[in-house]
């Protein structure tokens, strides 16, 4: 028995051992017998924010696999030399070839991961970094300056540089440096703006990957500010229904003819706040009063939302405060309850209908809304005539409970007193 209970516990050791074992395997699965390697680290001589764990390493791409040579010399003149295709350190263009020679190669990309895009060099080219790096301007990002050159990992790691959430920090290590931007004459306060916006917040404080990063206005490769034109289509990409609106409203073709930025006109870019009603309407705040004055019809229709907007807040928020109530006294009305959250939805869907800058389309949604609010108040006013109700009932039962109690103490007194 017992030598039976010792070869299950060996089995069992075994078994941790080869798991183990596998595991350490798959944190280093460079090819050990890679002379490139094995002398850098000998030497110390390994780049800086250099990661055992770089996808490249990973899958034994290794150092030769960039920077070419020969890795199974450990003598470093031959490793290096003359026809081993060793290129030292690539700069500016010379690093776009490097990642290019396998990630535009479809065949040898496939081998590793069948899904993986293969046309960064083709997107680069084509944007304002790779324009400028071709005219001959090094200080634009190159692939590295993205991704680094010693530590990369796939988008979805959060340790990657073009992680959703460390993209802002990535474009900003430049973009909001002013000695270095200093010769271009472009500002360098897009980070500090996007940090402060509903975006960044939403994204950096509140984790909420939905929100975007720099890359999703401005493309992954294709770093470029978005065209006129092309810019209610990026924001359109999650605000689908304000882009429907908007580019189908009249104002829609007057702006691009006035070379009128979309969206940005009355959001901003990188500094886009949350929004509030009185940004529609004749108000201080308004966006409409600064290209409308009054006496033109569009200052009016401006009014008329506002308006709608204001009487639809106004009643739900009575009917909002009333449900509250109710619950507060431990009453629950479903009905009510429900009327309430139409209301709201409609007032959001109001909100939205904003874009198409129709007052008649705004108020068919703010007159539903009214409706459910109007239904929600009679509901609660029900439900508070019936705690009335019940209130009196028991105001009754109890007057006449005490009544009869007081009537009992005499009662008791009395027998008392007789005995
Ligand atoms: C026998 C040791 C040894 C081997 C093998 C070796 N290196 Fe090096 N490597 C060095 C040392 C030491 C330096 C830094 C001093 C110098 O520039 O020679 C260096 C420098 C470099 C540099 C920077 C070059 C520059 O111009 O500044 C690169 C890139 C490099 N090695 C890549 C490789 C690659 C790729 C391989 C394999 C094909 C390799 N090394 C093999 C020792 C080695
Ligand atoms: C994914 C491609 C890639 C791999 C793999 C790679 N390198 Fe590099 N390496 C680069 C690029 C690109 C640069 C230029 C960096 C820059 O300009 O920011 C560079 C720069 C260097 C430099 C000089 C600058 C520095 O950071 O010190 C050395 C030395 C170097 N690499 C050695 C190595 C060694 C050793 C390995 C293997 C352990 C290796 N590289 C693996 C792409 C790579
Ligand atoms: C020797 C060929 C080769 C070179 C050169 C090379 N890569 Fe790669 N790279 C690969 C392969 C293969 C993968 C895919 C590994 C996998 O996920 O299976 C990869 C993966 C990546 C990934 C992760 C992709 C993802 O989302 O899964 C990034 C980012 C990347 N490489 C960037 C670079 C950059 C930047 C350079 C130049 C500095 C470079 N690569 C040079 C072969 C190469
Ligand atoms: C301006 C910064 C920037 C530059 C320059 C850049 N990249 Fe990227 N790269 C990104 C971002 C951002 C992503 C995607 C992140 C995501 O998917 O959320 C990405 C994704 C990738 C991927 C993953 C697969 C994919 O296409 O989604 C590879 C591979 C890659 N880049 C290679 C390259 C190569 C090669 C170069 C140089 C030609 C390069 N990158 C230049 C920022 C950059
Ligand atoms: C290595 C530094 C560096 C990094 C990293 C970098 N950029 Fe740039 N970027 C530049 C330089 C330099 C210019 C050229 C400015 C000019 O000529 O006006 C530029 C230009 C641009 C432009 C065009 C500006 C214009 O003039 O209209 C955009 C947009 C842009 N970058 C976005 C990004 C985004 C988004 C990221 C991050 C994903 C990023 N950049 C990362 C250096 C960088
Ligand atoms: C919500 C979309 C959005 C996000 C997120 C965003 N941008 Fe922009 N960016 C724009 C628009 C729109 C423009 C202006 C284009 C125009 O007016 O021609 C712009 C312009 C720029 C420019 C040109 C110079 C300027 O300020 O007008 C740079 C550089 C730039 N952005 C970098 C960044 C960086 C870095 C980040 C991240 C910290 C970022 N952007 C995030 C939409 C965005
Ligand atoms: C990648 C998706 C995405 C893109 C692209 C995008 N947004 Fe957003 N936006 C969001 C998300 C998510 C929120 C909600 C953030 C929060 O408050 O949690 C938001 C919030 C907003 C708000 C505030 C809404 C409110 O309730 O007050 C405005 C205004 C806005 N975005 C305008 C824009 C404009 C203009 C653009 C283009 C320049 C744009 N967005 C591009 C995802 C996006
Ligand atoms: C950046 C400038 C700008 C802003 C901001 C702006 N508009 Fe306009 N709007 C125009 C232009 C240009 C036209 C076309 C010329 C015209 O009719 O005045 C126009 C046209 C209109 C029209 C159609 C004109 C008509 O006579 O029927 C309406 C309605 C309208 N705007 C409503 C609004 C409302 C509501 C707001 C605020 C939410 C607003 N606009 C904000 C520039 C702007
Ligand atoms: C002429 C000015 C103007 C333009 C152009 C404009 N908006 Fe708005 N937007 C507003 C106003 C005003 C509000 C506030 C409505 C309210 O809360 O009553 C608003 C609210 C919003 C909201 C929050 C309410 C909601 O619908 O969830 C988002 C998101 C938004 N806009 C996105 C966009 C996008 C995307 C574009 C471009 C396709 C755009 N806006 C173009 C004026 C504008």
Request: hydrophobic share 35%; charged share 25%; glycine share 6%.
């Amino acid at each position: 028995m017992k030598r039976l209970i010792m070869s299950i516990f060996c089995i069992h050791l075994a078994i941790i051992f080869m798991a183990a074992t596998a595991l350490g395997q798959e944190k280093s699965r460079f090819d050990k017998n890679d002379q490139c390697v094995i002398c850098h680290k000998d030497l110390e001589a390994m780049p800086e924010n250099f990661e055992e764990s770089d996808i490249h390493m990973q899958k034994g791409l290794s150092c030769a696999g960039c920077h070419g040579g020969d890795s199974t010399s450990d003598d470093e003149e031959v490793a290096k030399r003359k026809g081993s295709g060793f290129i030292g350190v690539p700069k500016g263009k010379a690093i776009i070839e490097m990642c290019g020679k396998c990630h535009s190669d479809i065949a040898f990309m496939r081998q590793y991961q069948p899904r993986i895009a293969t046309d960064q060099v083709q997107q680069y080219a084509k944007s304002f970094h790779g324009q400028k790096l071709a005219k001959g301007d090094t200080k634009v990002a190159t692939c590295a300056s993205c991704h680094m050159a010693h530590s990369i990992f796939p988008a979805i790691d959060p340790r990657s540089t073009i992680y959703s959430l460390n993209i802002p920090e990535t474009c900003h290590k430049c973009h909001s440096d002013e000695e270095y931007m200093k010769e271009y004459n472009i500002p360098t306060n897009q980070y500090d703006k996007y940090v402060k916006s509903v975006h960044g917040i939403a994204l950096l404080e509140k984790q909420d990957t939905g929100a975007p990063a720099c890359n999703d206005c401005h493309g992954n490769h294709g770093a470029m500010p978005p065209g006129i034109s092309s810019i209610g289509h990026i924001c359109g990409t999650c605000h689908v229904n304000n882009q429907a609106y908007f580019s189908k409203s009249k104002m829609a073709i007057e702006f691009e003819e006035a070379d009128l930025h979309a969206c940005e006109e009355c959001h901003g870019n990188h500094e886009i706040q949350k929004t509030h009603d009185d940004m529609v309407g004749t108000g201080e705040t308004s966006t409409c009063v600064e290209c409308h004055d009054e006496g033109e019809s569009a200052y009016e229709t401006a009014e008329k939302i506002h308006t709608e907007l204001i009487g639809l807040v106004t009643a739900f928020n009575s009917a909002n405060v009333l449900l509250k109530k109710i619950e507060r006294v431990g009453m629950d009305d479903l009905d009510m309850s429900y009327a309430v959250k139409d209301a709201k939805q409609r007032l959001l869907s109001a909100r939205t209908l904003v874009h198409t800058f129709d007052a008649d389309r705004v108020k068919v949604k703010t007159d539903e809304g009214l409706e459910f609010a109007k239904k929600a108040l009679a509901f609660g006013k029900e439900e508070l005539d019936e705690l009335d109700f019940r209130r009196f009932g028991f105001g009754i039962a109890t007057f006449f409970m005490t009544i009869v109690l007081v009537a009992l103490y005499f009662k008791i007194k009395d027998m008392e007193r007789d005995e």
